[in-house]
């Protein structure tokens, strides 16, 4: 049987990671094959929510899949995101995209709006989501929620590049 410690004599130790959350894009879809688009995209997600929000502040926010504690991490570009949805809104502006009626930007016709997939159940990850789907929706971008079960999302979904957006952790 576990011998149990007082309240006052148990310890929480938090130790670097390198398991992260990120957003992976399908360039097969011409949505993403400007990079302004992405640009725009990355420049109105605001980490802070996620970091501080989900995570109690206990994880850091990163620029690259590399951690900080590896010998290939390069230091430069640690702080390179500057949450700027004005500028989002720019790059958009300057790609083509004008705000629709109901706010959502159009170019051709087309709305810019994709789906994101991440698995069915990951309360983590659709916390995420919801983050990621306000942020955007106020540059003008609808980003629709689509999640399934993880061996459907890495089946043939995933393998042959099914999906639009997907939200995967790497550990």
Known sequence: EAKKLPAAQA?????PSTTYESVAF??????????????????????????????????QEAETYVPPQ??????????????????????????????GPDGIRVKNGQRLAFDN????????????????????RQIGVDMRISNMPASVLFGDFYRLSRFQTVLIGIA
Do not use: C
Request: charged residues 20%.
């Open 117 to 136: 997939s991440t698995t069915s159940g990951n309360k983590v990850r659709e916390q995420i989501q919801q983050i990621l789907q306000q942020q955007w």
């Open 26 to 59: 399908n360039f097969m879809n011409p949505l993403f094959q400007d990079r302004r688009v992405r640009q725009a995209l990355y420049y109105a997600m605001d980490k802070r929510p996620v970091v501080n929000g989900i995570f109690g502040g206990l994880v």
């Open 11 to 15: 310890k929480v130790l938090v130790t």
């Open 70 to 99: 590896s010998w290939a991490y390069d230091s430069r570009v640690k702080g390179a995101h500057k949450y700027n949805p004005d500028l989002a809104k720019q790059l958009l502006d300057r790609a083509g995209w004008t705000p």
